[in-house]
């Protein structure tokens, strides 16, 4: 069993809900404790947490785990896949009961294309990063939206279909 390191967690605060109309998701549920995914995991989706709370960790090569954020809802994570990394560089899991909306690559990119407010949304609170974004001017957010439609508009490498 890997060993727990003391870390300093980010505990991000709640976001404005998401009107998904339009945009083909799926509803998944779990239980407290299991896995969302794995680090090591084919990235192939973005998700986003419309219930609960859901803690993200990696794991060294020396086995020792670190708890990177604790996202509750209304908070996206699994954002790496839209640049098109292959595999979940973290773990996901059920802090308690929840629910998360995944979004594949494809329909996330066309929606961050589409929709400038929701890709504005989206990079305010994804991930434990979202604090870099909001130090951002208006200017150098408008040029990170652009680079990250740019970047999911790439080819997609590695990673088997279907999963988060």
């Keep these: 069993m890997p060993s727990t390191a003391a870390t300093t967690v980010s505990v991000i605060g709640p ?73 979940r560089m973290s773990t996901a899991s059920a802090m308690g009961p929840c629910s998360v909306i995944t979004v594949e690559k494809p329909a996330m990119v066309r929606h961050l294309n589409a929709h ?18 909001n130090r951002l001017d208006d200017a150098g957010k408008a040029a990170l939206r652009g680079d990250l439609i740019k970047l999911g508009s790439t080819s997609d490498r590695g990673g088997a279909p279907g999963s988060v």
Aim: glycine residues 10%; proline residues 7%.
């Design 15 to 87: 976001a404005t809900p998401i009107d998904w109309k339009g945009v083909p998701t799926s509803r998944l549920d779990f239980e407290a404790g299991a896995t969302i995914f794995a680090q090591g995991d084919p990235a192939k989706a973005v998700l986003y947490v419309a219930k609960g709370n859901v803690q993200l960790s990696v794991l060294s090569h020396a086995g020792k785990e670190a708890v990177i954020a604790v996202l509750d809802a209304g908070h996206f994570f699994g954002e790496g896949c839209l640049a098109s990394q292959p595999l």
């Design 116 to 133: 400038p407010a929701f890709a504005d949304h989206f990079l305010t609170y994804y991930g434990p990063t979202h604090s870099a974004y």
